[in-house]
Every structure is written in structure tokens, then in C-alpha cells.
């Protein structure tokens, strides 16, 4: 069973860089034909889609945040990472990690994990 | 950009009864690149529907989902407890390579 776990700075200060790493356990995160998203949730709100990369290492993310977000792969620790750069009070969410079959025909978000919070505050 | 409608914001049955869930894009969208989520509180969404119609893996069958175009429904056909939840559409745009989620319509109970 695919397990994705997402960790990282509860809190961050404004104007600074938010770091978070998404852990995937039972199975590649080089499985051919998936792509790994970062999705948020402020408090309260509704869904966002932040980015992915492919697992060829290609990347898409959101234009609204296009400019601050970076998104990268580290294969040997099956894991992926979210920067995004100069936080505002706007950027506090849960912020998921998750996989979808973009390259499968399939650009839906079927595994999911469990989200964490951060606070964008001084 | 593609903007999804959920309506209405807020929907309160009893259990038993049937819900019916809509979902508007600005524009035409592909039925295959539609899905439908579910959250409750404190819980990542869980995928209930993708291309519009098809059920997710250990999905019940009281889900079901329809529509083309502009608009699509999800219909849940006899409300269980658990089924009182968050529910969100969302779209892919192939061109753009660009996922949308609509503002979601919460599910209570009366």
C-alpha cells in the first residue's frame, strides 16, 4: 500500500522560505507514469493545487505561484520537496502531498498524504 | 483559467435521503479529466469519482457521478452517516497542464 508522509517547518517566519518533504513508501516514486503534486488548504478554505514533477523530473506548477515555488526529487531517498519563497499570513495551510497518473491519462489524486500544517507568522 | 462552481454551498438531508451535488465550469471541460473528491474534517480528500462517471477503487455504489460539457452532478443515492463530508470537483487541463478545484459544497446533516 503506497504511503506518502509529509514533514517539515510547522512555522515560518514572513518573507522567508517554506520547506516541506513528501516520503513515499511502498512503491517507486519512479514508477513510470506518475506525477507527485503539492496541493494546500488554508484554514477553513478550499483546495489548491501548488505543482508537480513528473518522475522524468519535469515540472508544472500553478501560474498564480509560478514565481515562488520549486519543486525537486531526491530518487535515492524516495522522497520529493516543496520551497516556496517569501511567505506571507496568505500561505498558511495544509499543505498535502499526493500522487496522480498524469502520464497514465489518469491526472487524479488517488493516494494521498495525511497533510501538514504551517504557519507563515513572526 | 478554468473556474469551477460548486452549488449549493451547503446542503443539510437526513440520512436515507438522496444528495445531489452540482458542479459548473466557466467553460467546456472533457468528462475525462473530471473528478470528484470527498474530505472530512481533519482528513486528506479521498478520490470518489474521475472521469465523471467512473467509481474509484472500494468506492460504494451509492456514489455516482455524470455530466459533460459545462455541467456535472454527483449523486450519492441514500445518505449513510459517514457520508456527511466535504465534497470537491476538480479538473485537469490537458493544455496547460493545470489541475482546478471547486470551492466545495459541504454536506450536513439536517
Known amino acids: 500500500q503506497l504511503q506518502l508522509q509529509e514533514s517539515g517547518s510547522g512555522l515560518v517566519k514572513p518573507s522567508q522560505t517554506l520547506s516541506l518533504t513528501c516520503a513515499v513508501s511502498?512503491?517507486?516514486?519512479?514508477?513510470?507514469?506518475?506525477?507527485w503534486s503539492w496541493i494546500r488548504q488554508p484554514p477553513g478554505k478550499g483546495l489548491e493545487w501548488i505543482g508537480y514533477?513528473?518522475?522524468?523530473?519535469?515540472?508544472y506548477y500553478n501560474p498564480s505561484l509560478k514565481s515562488r515555488v520549486t519543486i525537486s526529487v531526491d530518487r535515492s531517498k524516495n522522497q520529493f520537496s516543496l520551497k516556496l519563497s517569501s511567505v506571507t499570513a496568505a500561505d498558511t495551510a495544509v499543505y498535502y502531498c499526493?500522487?496522480?497518473?498524469?502520464?497514465?491519462?489518469?491526472?487524479?489524486?488517488?493516494?494521498w498524504g495525511q497533510g501538514t500544517l504551517v504557519t507563515v507568522s513572526s | 483559467e478554468i473556474v469551477l462552481t460548486q452549488s449549493p454551498g451547503t446542503l443539510s438531508l437526513s440520512p436515507g435521503e438522496r444528495a445531489t451535488l452540482s458542479c459548473r465550469a466557466s467553460q467546456s471541460v472533457s468528462s475525462s479529466y473530471l473528478a470528484w473528491y470527498q474530505q472530512k474534517p481533519g482528513q486528506a480528500p479521498r478520490l470518489l469519482i474521475y472521469g465523471a462517471s467512473s467509481r474509484a477503487t472500494g468506492i460504494p455504489d451509492r456514489f455516482s457521478g455524470s455530466g459533460s460539457g459545462t455541467d456535472f452532478t454527483l449523486t450519492i443515492s441514500r445518505l449513510e452517516p459517514e457520508d456527511f463530508a466535504v465534497y470537491y470537483c476538480q479538473q485537469y487541463g490537458s493544455s496547460l497542464r493545470v489541475y482546478t478545484f471547486g470551492q466545495g459544497t459541504k454536506l450536513e446533516i439536517k
Open positions: 511502498g512503491g517507486s516514486i519512479s514508477s513510470g507514469g506518475y506525477s
Open positions: 499526493a500522487r496522480e497518473g498524469e502520464g497514465l491519462d489518469f491526472p487524479f489524486f488517488d493516494y
Open positions: 514533477i513528473y518522475h522524468s523530473g519535469s515540472t
